[in-house]
T-cell receptor, first 113, second 113 residues
Framework: DSGVTQTPKHLITATGQRVTLRCSPR?????VYWYQQSLDQGLQFLIQ???????AKGNILERFSAQQFPDLHSELNLSSLELGDSALYFC????????????FGPGTRLLVL | DAKTTQPPSMDCAEGRAANLPCNHS???????VYWYRQIHSQGPQYIIH???NNETNEMASLIITEDRKSSTLILPHATLRDTAVYYC??????????????FGSGTRLQVQP
């Protein structure tokens, strides 16, 4: 158990819909990262927040957005969903800005039908 | 981040040592070597990291060659639960800009009973 929690574990929705994935980092960790892992691609970094502020962006689509709240939990919002958005979405946390020792959550499996 | 090369797959007998190689011939002096693994569909798990000295923790040992152009992750007594994809990542700890980890294809280790 990494100490990072993600909800829900599974999500099935339809194209065009909007969903929200939630992540609670390890106690004391200020950085939260979001990754996407689809079948045909490896882990792709989406976005990082540190202590409530966006710090780095990766290959995140404009239809996707995220935020980190004062209690440090984070939400990833995916809108206008397409079939290709079906993937595993992982959240990770680390103590500071340096991302090397990251602790990953169990992931949310999203299926868009 | 320096480019890394890992074999796509390896087999290991249960109870034997698993030696996973990684080539990083373009590594620079201030870049560290990090290892993560991902057990099927779970979040990646941090294993170990090092700069130039050999490192050992409760999970594994990391051997870095003197010229630092390659390294080997050693699982001393592999078990079936060590079956996973292992990722070797090389980067500067406090690199600016891209703060996320870049996961390549990794090595798929299959531990055989």
């Amino acid at each position: 158990d990494s100490g990072v929690t993600q909800t829900p574990k599974h999500l099935i929705t339809a194209t065009g819909q909007r969903v929200t994935l939630r992540c609670s980092p390890r106690s004391g960790d200020l950085s939260v990262y979001w990754y996407q892992q689809s079948l045909d691609q490896g882990l792709q970094f989406l976005i990082q927040y540190y202590n409530g502020e966006e710090r780095a962006k990766g290959n995140i689509l404009e239809r996707f957005s995220a935020q980190q709240f004062p209690d440090l939990h984070s939400e990833l919002n995916l809108s206008s969903l397409e079939l290709g958005d079906s993937a595993l979405y992982f959240c990770a946390s680390s103590v500071g800005l340096a991302p090397e020792t990251q602790y990953f959550g169990p992931g949310t499996r999203l299926l868009v039908l | 981040d320096a480019k890394t090369t890992q074999p796509p797959s390896m087999d290991c007998a249960e109870g034997r040592a698993a030696n996973l190689p990684c080539n990083h011939s373009t590594i620079s002096g201030n870049e560290y070597v990090y290892w993560y693994r991902q057990i099927h569909s779970q979040g990646p798990q941090y294993i170990i990291h090092g700069l130039k000295n050999n490192e050992t923790n409760e999970m594994a040992s990391l051997i870095i060659t003197e010229d630092r152009k390659s390294s080997t992750l050693i699982l001393p007594h592999a078990t079936l639960r060590d079956t996973a994809v292992y990722y070797c990542i090389v980067r500067v700890p406090l690199g600016t800009g891209r703060r996320a980890l870049t996961f390549g294809s990794g090595t798929r280790l299959q531990v055989q009973p």
